[in-house]
């Protein structure tokens, strides 16, 4: 069993005190708030939560839980401490982190005066690089000691939803930790252990990022079944109706499916079913803002892409697909069309290796180039062999994933820009002559 100090007494710091002393761990909860401290020392909750009442009463007459504001007391009578202070938003929207700047403080100038090791877990929710900028040099100022080699460091996120917080705490949907040291990554790993749920160990800014893709995706959930709510409002049909039925779906609507970043929508149908959905909500006089934002998003990764060119300085691009998605001849709408028609009314010159379109060419197939109303001279600019669209080209654009090209397309980075917007190998990221769209 380990001995903990929790910082910061609010919703989330109280329910995962009162969790880890029911566990069985000896923790200390430090706060400013009199109040707070005063209450647990007796035995009460200092929020209301449910369940809260008769396990905080428990687990302080059992004498795992005490409350402090003693700081160096807290430092001294245990091996780890985990911040749960605010992080309020700035006037400008940035993450406040004066609270937790101020508890790393406390903590480092009490760290300076205990031997032995701790460790110093953050679950207070900061954007990726507050660690490292922020609570890490803050630490180590105040207590003269190294992070990573005196003390340890920890980014663990909290994902508990208050009302069903304790649930949540033995039965969470995600577990996720960065820390710097063996010692850490033990402590957190302990504690997780036997919950049943995966436990992701990434690194700091990999574990503050998820928290805030976490709680965004959250939000745009939310957002998105309110907007269609009051579109199927406005049409006289019942938007919870049409959700629950969506969320039935969970092979492709509620999956990973769609969840992978990479490059713009386009086909046949997304981008014509959302403008046509658009229209109909302004028909009905019913703000549309996140069907806005969405075609306004995907418009703009086109943009990013053509950016990517840009910054190559290639006069001649190879595209590597050029259909809206690997498998198919069909370039309706496909952004790749679209991405090639801009750099071709540029005066750059487009060449394009695609087995699906180029084989419908081949069989002289009366659909051949179907749905391509932006690409000048389509079939002129169709090149059977990889190799040689890549020896043609001063930069290469990986449109589409086709697995027999990577190799090949792995090799031509060492001798030209390659664009890649479909990570074609999972373990690349952008360095020297390749580059990710948005990895
Ligand atoms: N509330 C949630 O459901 C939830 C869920 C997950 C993550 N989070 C994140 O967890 C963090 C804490 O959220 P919360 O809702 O529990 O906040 P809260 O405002 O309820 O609690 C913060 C506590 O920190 C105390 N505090 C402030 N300065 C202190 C100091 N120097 N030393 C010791 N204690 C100090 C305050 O007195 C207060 O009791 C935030 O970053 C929040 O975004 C919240």
Redesign the pocket.
């Known amino acids: 069993m380990a001995k903990i100090s929790v910082?910061?007494?609010?919703?989330?710091?109280?329910?995962s005190a009162a969790c880890l002393a029911r566990d069985g761990h000896e923790v200390i909860a430090?706060?400013?708030?009199p109040g707070?401290i005063k209450a647990i020392n007796s035995g009460l909750s200092?929020?209301v939560e449910n369940g809260l009442d008769e396990l905080i009463a428990q687990v302080v007459a059992d004498g795992k839980l005490t409350a402090t504001?003693d700081?160096q007391h807290a430092i001294d009578n245990t091996d780890a401490s985990f911040?749960?202070?605010?992080?309020?938003s700035a006037p400008d929207g940035s993450?406040g982190l004066k609270?937790?700047t101020?508890?790393c403080e406390?903590i480092g100038r009490a760290l300076a005066k205990k031997d032995g090791h701790h460790s110093v877990v953050i679950?207070?929710?900061?954007v990726p690089g507050s660690c490292e900028n922020t609570c890490i040099p803050t630490l180590e100022k105040a207590s003269g000691k190294v992070a990573g080699k005196d003390f340890g460091v920890g980014y663990y996120?909290?994902?508990?939803?208050?009302s069903t917080?304790i649930e949540d705490y033995y039965d969470p949907g995600l577990i996720v930790f960065g820390a710097m040291d063996d010692y850490t990554t033990r402590i957190l790993t302990e504690l997780n252990e036997g919950l049943g749920c995966k436990i992701h160990v990434v690194d700091l800014r990999t574990a503050e990022m998820v928290?805030y893709t976490s709680?965004t995706w959250r939000a745009v959930k939310v957002t998105f079944a309110n907007e269609i709510g009051n579109i199927a409002k406005a049409s006289g049909l019942d938007g919870q109706t049409v959700m629950e039925i969506l969320c039935s779906d969970k092979k492709v609507n509620i999956s990973s499916y769609f969840m992978r970043p990479g490059f713009a929508f386009g086909g046949s149908c997304l981008p014509k079913d959302v403008r046509a959905l658009r229209h109909l909500a302004a028909e009905l006089d019913t703000p549309a803002h996140l069907l806005n934002a969405v075609l306004e998003a995907n418009e703009a990764q086109i943009k990013r892409a053509e950016n990517m060119i840009a910054a190559s300085g290639a006069q001649k691009v190879g595209f590597v697909g050029i259909s809206f998605k690997p498998g198919t001849d069909d370039l309706r709408e496909s952004p790749l069309a679209e991405l090639a028609a801009r750099l071709i009314a540029k005066g750059i010159e487009v060449k394009i290796h695609d087995p699906y379109v180029f084989e419908a060419y081949a069989n002289d197939n009366s659909t051949a180039g179907r749905g391509n109303d932006v690409i000048p001279d389509l079939k002129e600019r169709m090149v059977e062999s990889l190799d040689a669209l890549i020896d043609e080209s001063g930069a290469v654009l990986v449109g589409n994933f086709y697995g027999e090209t990577v190799d090949r397309l792995s090799q031509a980075a060492q001798s030209r820009p390659v664009l890649d917007l479909t990570r074609m190998n999972r373990k690349l990221v952008s360095g020297g002559n390749y580059e990710g769209i948005c990895w």
């Not at 430090?30 to 708030?33: A, K, P, R, T």
């Not at 911040?83 to 309020?88: D, E, F, H």
């Not at 679950?123 to 900061?126: F, G, N, V």
């Not at 996120?157 to 208050?162: D, I």
């Open positions: 910082f910061g007494i609010g919703y989330v710091g109280v329910v430090v706060d400013v708030d707070k200092p929020i504001d700081v911040i749960a202070v605010g992080t309020p993450v609270y937790v101020a508890v406390n679950r207070s929710t900061i996120p909290e994902f508990l939803r208050e917080a928290k709680n």
